[in-house]
């Protein structure tokens, strides 16, 4: 069952719900009452986005250090 976060964008409150589909409407803000909550995919989306966050090696060039490649 996926989490969805949804933050307010009044007060900044992230609401973290159990879905049981995709196709729910966003809760309200339980601290503020805004009803117009954005949602955002949970943290287990956000590791997957970059699995090699940390590593500092460069991915296109053999040489790690001095290469032109950008690393941002
Ligand atoms: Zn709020």
Known sequence: MPI?????PQCGFVNEVLVPTANVSAPACPKCGQA?????????????????????????CPSAGGCPHSHA
């Open 4 to 8: 969805f976060e949804y933050q307010c």
């Open 36 to 60: 117009d909550t954005h949602k955002r995919f949970s943290s287990f989306a956000a590791v997957v986005k970059n699995p090699a966050a940390g590593d500092s090696k460069c991915h296109t």
